[in-house]
């Protein structure tokens, strides 16, 4: 089965949203602080709110019977956990690029059936690119009125690999990463579906969140995304991600790669880990 329809309703939803984000952007953009669901604070605006709403009312128009999970919305998890098909929208990623208006933001929504990802949208709408990717379908990068179709890298050489940082979460743990796999070079941007997509077009191999505060919105779309690029998404761990899950916080951190090297990026990574004191977290699905 394909998702065709879903996924043409996301890149449209998507680009409204990025219009309506962009007139924001042009004014002066005010933060306030909210308390998430890991209980930290962090940034959010008025435009996360005003395309979440977008988003969300253009999905119940033409899905009203799919779950939607959208990071400004409240969350009914019995509710959601009780369907097989689920929308996973996080219509800000980088909200603290969007506050500097440094360009590195997202809009993502993503869509999963039976806890797995299968489409999905990854927009950055002040640089007009957005990626896109349905399961079997293939991963395509359109900007500028050009749509191509893309694929990660097949380098298996890490002194030949850049990999993609926060620009806004730095650490000392990620200089030990660095140094352990002796990289090539790095490439600082803010938003995960912009460092992904930076993955699945080849301008980057490596990709390491050792934080456990994302969630699952923040994972859905770029996971097909990189998957159908040829590339891999998985926690610090190994472990899958689900997305049928009550627990919306990725606790295990993100491993996203090329592909090639996945398996063997996390088996180096088993020590650092070790050291830094992390333990494997295993999320349990729900039962319908």
Known sequence: MGFERELELAKDLARRAGLEILEYYAREIIAEEKLGVDLHYEPVTAADRAASKLIVAGIETVFPEDAILSEEEVDVADKRLAKERVWLIDPIDGTAGFVKKDGDFAVQIGFAVGGEAVAGVVLLPYHDVMYSASKGGGTWRESGGKVERITASGETDFTKMMIAVSRNHRSAKMKAIKREFRVKGEVDRGSVGLKVGLLAEKRADLYIHLSPRTKLWDTC?????????????????????????????????????????????????????????????????SAR
């Open 221 to 285: 779309a770029p996971q097909i995304i990189l998957e159908e690029a040829g590339g891999r998404m998985t926690d610090l761990f190994g472990e899958e991600f689900r997305y049928d899950i009550e627990d919306l916080q990725n606790h295990g951190g993100i491993v996203a790669t090329n592909g090639k090297v996945h398996d063997e990026v996390i088996k180096r990574l088993k020590p650092l880990l070790r050291e830094f004191g992390r333990l494997r977290y295993r999320p349990k699905a």
